[in-house]
């Protein structure tokens, strides 16, 4: 009964629902966007070969924190050493400020996908300046979240992933061989695209490579550790970490080949140079491709539909692990029914969320609405999370299984049936190399916050200070937290859902409501 409803059915589904947490927007978005400002081709092979160096063996970490505990990531920390629970609770807090402005960027994709047809050009300041239609679109991409992970692990989140998945790839194989067929500026967009020139590629364009392999495996925030523990028993992690780290370059790659030779021959036709159209820039999918599909008769807006639907999936598939990841720990510590306790944290997530989504609307019509440390907060909450949070929770889980579980228990717990002498090299990644590498990452990302590059010139910044004190605030009253109330006290597992159900169904029996909270 309890592989029946707490765990992934076959390896596959597992596969294709972590590959979705991974393939999200920070592919579609943040990938193209950082390519173009980095050099191209040379920041694809240094975000390749991070993936490789620090993604596989910081994800091989989290599955075994999850699969030894089969519980919520507080547990499965506090079950490697109970000091470590603090950042299982940090690995709960962090999805749950992500969902704020995830939430509200699936919700962009969902009103530019339905609005394909009408014209999506030149819109952007309109659309982020209604409030209402923010958070209509915020609210509608939640209750689909919402309505996947009410379902369960099994009916919900691997049937979802099974199906759109592959839908996401054959979209994206028709766009990029659309886009490959468009003639004039296409070569010089795949130049760009997959012809290395490493003096384009600084330093800080590699750091900033690793982060984005990082955030886009979904790492250091719970999702993983989540996933891990429904991982079916026989389930071979090696095979299975390989298969989502490659499915996740490969669909990224193809969305620079869908990508690149569309806005190299948008440029060539319309006569401006590829920089002047904010390739670098954050718009680079909201606001330059809209004008994309505007400029090409008639399958433009079918285009448009497409792409922006592919979005939607991805942006869909990657924050129903976000929302699990904390449904998952209200459920175990709470013992409230799924259905309730999911309700509950998108409730919460989507109050935050109009805060969230009005300032960024604000900011993106050059206006300043709740920003705190002079940024609105959507980019705040970004920069708290995926600069600050996200490495350091990884780093944690590293040295966890790295020190204290250990590499031969942890080959165990990848590849029940052995896997010759790989604790060797996995020990040597996750005790010192990944590590490394990981604290590179934090201590630019950090860097980069406090002494920003303004024109050429670093100089220190009272407003990224204030970020990198807030974030490790969220930490300290992580641990303050769980110290005080959680080391303690009984924070449950997986098979708990199976208790809250049948004490559900007792009730349902009983009669009337006697309240949605159930005493262990
Ligand atoms: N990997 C997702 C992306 O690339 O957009 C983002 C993400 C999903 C981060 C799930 C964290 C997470 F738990």
């Known amino acids: 009964m309890e592989k029946k409803k707490t765990s992934f059915g076959t390896s596959i589904g597992f596969e294709l629902a972590a590959a979705g947490s991974a393939v999200g927007l920070g592919n579609l978005w943040g990938f193209p966007y950082k390519t173009s400002a980095n050099g191209g081709a040379a920041y694809l092979i240094v975000y390749l070969a991070c993936i490789l160096l620090v993604g596989a063996a910081a994800m091989l970490a989290e599955f075994v924190l999850g699969r030894r505990a089969r519980a919520n990531p507080v547990s ?27 939430f509200v960027l699936g919700g962009y994709t969902v009103k530019y996908a339905l609005n394909s047809f009408a014209g999506n050009a030149g819109n952007f300041p309109v659309f982020a300046g209604n409030a209402g239609d923010v958070i209509l679109h915020t609210v509608l991409f939640a209750l689909l979240a919402l309505a996947v992970v009410a379902a369960g692990v099994r009916g919900g989140i691997e049937k979802t992933a099974k199906i759109l998945m592959p839908t996401m790839l054959f979209i994206l194989v028709i766009i990029s061989s659309f886009s490959l067929l468009l003639g004039e500026g296409v070569s010089e967009g795949l130049a760009f695209y997959l012809r290395p020139d490493f003096s384009a590629m600084s330093w800080s364009g590699a750091l900033s490579a690793m982060g984005q392999a990082f955030f886009s495996l979904s790492l250091g925030c719970g999702a993983m550790i989540c996933y891990g523990s429904y991982s079916g028993k026989k389930v071979n992690l090696f095979r299975s970490t390989a298969v989502i780290c490659i499915l996740d370059s490969l669909l990224t790659f193809m969305v620079g080949l869908a990508i690149f030779p569309a806005l190299f021959h948008y440029a060539a036709v319309s006569g401006v140079s590829p920089a002047a159209l904010g390739m670098g820039g954050m718009g680079l999918m909201f606001i330059t491709l ?14 448009s539909l497409l792409f922006f639907t592919m979005a939607a999936i991805a942006a869909l598939t990657s924050v129903i692990s976000i929302l699990e990841a904390v449904t998952q720990f209200v459920i175990q510590k709470f013992k409230i029914f799924r259905t309730r306790a999911a309700l509950l944290v998108t409730a919460v997530c989507v109050a935050l969320s109009v805060p969230v989504g009005l300032s960024f609307g604000a900011a993106m019509n050059g206006e300043s609405l709740m920003n705190l440390f002079g940024r609105n907060l959507l980019e705040l909450l ?30 165990r717990t990848i590849a029940p049936e052995g896997d010759g002498k790989a604790h060797r ?53 992580c641990a303050l937290v769980y110290f005080a109330f959680l080391k303690n006290t009984n924070t449950g597992n997986n098979s708990d859902e199976l208790l809250v159900d049948a004490l559900e169904a007792e009730r349902v029996k009983a009669g009337p409501s006697r309240g949605w909270y159930r005493p262990e």
């Not at 499965?76 to 995830?102: D, R, T």
């Not at 929770?393 to 020190?403: N, Q, T």
């Not at 303004?454 to 407003?463: A, L």
Request: aromatic share 10%; glycine share 10%.
């Open 290 to 303: 809209p004008m994309v599909f505007a400029d090409m008769p008639l399958v433009g807006s079918s285009l």
């Open 382 to 411: 970004d920069m708290i999370t995926n600069t600050i949070l996200m490495p350091v929770c990884a780093l944690f889980a590293c040295l966890a299984v790295g020190w204290i579980i250990g590499p031969r228990e942890a080959v």
């Open 425 to 477: 090299l996995l020990g040597l990644m996750l005790k010192l190399v990944t590590p490394v590498l990981i604290v590179l990452i934090e201590l630019f990302g950090i860097f980069d916050l406090i002494m920003p590059l303004e024109n050429g010139v670093r100089r220190f910044s009272s407003g990224g200070c204030g970020i990198v004190v807030c974030a490790y605030g969220v930490l300290l009253l």
């Open 76 to 102: 499965a920390c506090k079950q490697a050493s109970e000091s470590f629970g603090w950042f299982g609770l940090a690995a709960v807090v962090i999805p749950a400020l992500i969902m704020c402005y995830y």
